[in-house]
């Protein structure tokens, strides 16, 4: 059932990020937008939360004699996939928008500090946002 919600999630933030055009910070579609990035943000600290939780229920349930290389831990790591592939999508998207763009890292730096976020996602954030971000600014 988590699968499915998480899914349908997916989807409503996909059409809410591929909203018409950028321009003009007070239209209807950049405030759809804004729902979008925040929805991504959020699916993605959820998403984080599961897999963490998800590896975390593995290493305590292992005993030394299991394989513990499969299961649980490929589940993990395509939940952190999909969780980066949001976070691109989102990144995509804001690119030409600097409100937008600046709305998503500061809901996306509120999370990490929060500390709920996977360290994978955290490291994919430095390479790829600190990047994009010391290129543009």
């Known amino acids: 059932k988590a699968n499915t919600v998480r899914d349908d999630v997916h989807i409503m933030v996909k059409k809410q990020l591929n909203t018409g055009c ?16 925040i929805g991504a943000v959020i699916l993605v600290k ?3 939360l ?17 394989d513990t290389s499969t299961g649980s831990t490929t589940s993990s790591t ?4 999909q969780a980066i592939e949001v976070l691109e999508r ?3 998207a804001t690119q030409n928008a600097g409100e937008l763009a600046g709305l ?6 509120s999370v990490v500090q929060e ?7 955290v490291k994919w954030i430095i390479t790829k946002m600190a ?7």
């Open 90 to 92: 989102v990144k995509n």
């Open 115 to 121: 500390g709920k976020i996977a360290k994978k996602i």
């Open 50 to 66: 599961a897999a963490m939780r998800d590896e975390s229920e593995r290493v305590e349930t292992s005993r030394p004699s299991q």
């Open 104 to 109: 998503f890292m500061d809901e996306l730096s």
């Open 46 to 48: 959820n998403m984080s």
């Open 78 to 81: 395509s939940i952190l996939k």
């Open 131 to 137: 990047d994009e971000f010391e290129k543009n600014f």
């Open 22 to 37: 950028t321009k003009g910070s007070g239209n209807a579609k950049n405030k759809v937008k804004r729902m979008g990035i």
